[in-house]
Structures are given as C-alpha cells and as structure tokens.
C-alpha cells in the first residue's frame, strides 16, 4: 500500500489500495462487509445477496482470484502510468455502476442516478482496466474506452454528461446499470477461465436482482458468453443453440417472471483495438445503444 494521494474531485487523500471506510466516493463497502475469499464464497455470498447495494459491496471487497488480487494491487502500488502518479488508485474490485445502486452506502456519497428506481438497461463489460477503472473505482472510468461509451450513452440520454472523468464527478445514468464479466483488473486485459467462472456468480445474482431490466448490452464476446452462463445459471431461458456473438445481434431471454422478457444485444468491445481500427464507429455504438 502506498502514501496518501489526492483524490482529483475531492482532493481527500487516499492510499492505494484505498481501504474500506476511508471515504472513497461511492465505495459500497463498510468494515463489516463480507469478503469472499474463493469461489465457493463468492457463489455464497452471490447468491445471499438481498439488493444490487449489498451485492455492490461485497463484489468491492472479492479477494477470490489470488492472480487478480495480486496484479490490481501491483498496479496500484508500484504500476501507475505517469499521468497519475499523483493520484490514488482504487486497486479494488469495481462495483456496478448506475440506477439501482443504492447511494453508496459506507460511503455516504452516492454515485448512482438518484432515482432509486431500478435499470430498465444492463451493460456487462469484459473486466477493469489497470488505469481506468481500477484506478477511479467505476466502471468504464477514466480511460479512452469509457469516453466512448459514455458519449453514446449521453447522446441516447441514458447518462447526464458525455464524460466520466472520476468518482464522484457527478456523473448520473438514468435507466440504465454498468457491470462486467470479471470485477478486477486482469493481466493483459484478458481473465481466464477460471477467474471467469469464480465472478460468474455476481453476474447471475445481478441478472436475478435486475427485475426491472428488459435489455442487456454485452460489450465483446466474452461478455456475451458470461451474461449467457449467467442467465442460464439463473434458470432464463436460452434460444437453441445457443446464441453466437456477433455486433448487432439481438435475442430474446425469457426470465423466471412470468411474462418478463429481456433482450440480450451484443456489440464489439468500446476497446482502443476495435475503436482505432474503425471496427467498431460511433454509428455503430449510437445504433445498438439507442435501440436498447
């Protein structure tokens, strides 16, 4: 753990890792949060989960995967990029982001969208990126793949600003709930298997909890398989065969609510790869985002 740095919104100093309790904005987690410590825990306590506030804070807290514990935390100690140096890195597992969240419990500074309603849109990422997410403790925060993301999600009115700069920078998304497949920050952006199936099981209680929701964007491949893992974990049904990937395919999962059924909608990955390429444009991103 390294010296107290200057949150940039708040100024407040934090180490990072940044400690439960310490007043983080929006840290979900009090000293009393359970920490789930291998993926039988995290299948428990998944499944335990009353609320996606609860389920928020005890994914904070996840030290499951000794490889993702041990890189998000190198990376905050002794890997930040330059550019923030001066600045605290979260170094923990990312919480979801958006309506439903709750309003940062431990904390006592929300990041959700304050309407206390739940999402009618879930947006599942791959994983935190080491100097985005995993350094501002919200999804899709402070790196280049986030600015795409939030733009489209500004322009079809689900955020209230094209920019996610920080925690606590005021953001506010309406309708709408940022997860990802895997919480923590992996090597080389890519989880394995294992770590895949180990975080799974928030996915599926976020999936269970989400009563609101009738869509759900999937954000590359990988997502798209473990929210399909997910849902069919949580008893939804499938088409079959099960459904291939591919930008711009929409299928329909039914739930366990009678009657409730949910669009699941892939795109390619807001990644710098497929942003740079021109694999994925801004046409194509506003085209899945606004038919959610």
């Known amino acids: 753990m390294t010296g107290p740095a200057a949150h940039p919104v708040t100024g407040r100093p934090f180490a990072s890792p940044v400690p439960v309790g310490a007043g983080w904005p929006g840290d979900p987690a009090l000293g009393s949060t359970p920490v789930a410590g291998d993926a039988a825990s995290v299948a428990q306590l998944a499944a335990a989960a009353s609320s996606p506030a609860e ?104 955020a209230s600003g094209p920019d996610s700069t920080a925690a606590g920078d005021g953001l506010r998304l309406t309708g709408a709930r940022i997860v990802a497949a895997v919480r923590c920050a992996p090597p080389g952006n890519t989880p394995t298997p294992a770590e895949l199936r180990t975080c799974n099981p928030w996915l599926r209680r976020e999936l269970e909890l989400s009563e609101t929701v009738r869509s759900v964007l999937a954000l590359g491949a990988i997502a798209w398989r473990a929210t399909l893992t997910a849902a069919a974990a949580a008893g939804w049904r499938l088409p079959r065969p099960r459904p291939t990937f591919g930008h711009g395919v929409r299928v329909t999962l039914t739930t366990n609510d009678p009657g409730r059924q949910v669009q699941l909608v892939a795109s390619y990955h807001v990644s710098q790869q497929n942003t740079f390429t021109g694999r994925l444009t801004e046409e194509m991103l506003d085209a899945v985002v606004t038919g959610l």
Do not use: K
């Open 55 to 158: 389920l928020d804070a005890e994914v904070s807290v996840c030290r499951a995967c000794p490889r993702l514990v041990a890189w998000r935390e190198e990376v905050a100690v002794s890997g930040r990029r330059a550019a923030f140096a001066q600045q605290p890195y979260w170094g923990r597992p990312v919480p979801g982001f958006g309506a439903g969240d709750g309003d940062g419990a431990g904390a006592g500074e929300g990041d959700g969208d304050g309407s206390g309603g739940g999402p009618r849109t879930l947006i599942v990422g791959l994983a935190p990126a080491a100097h985005g997410a995993n350094r501002t403790g919200r999804m899709f925060t402070g790196d280049r793949s986030g600015q795409w993301l939030y733009r489209a999600l500004h322009r079809a009115g689900l």
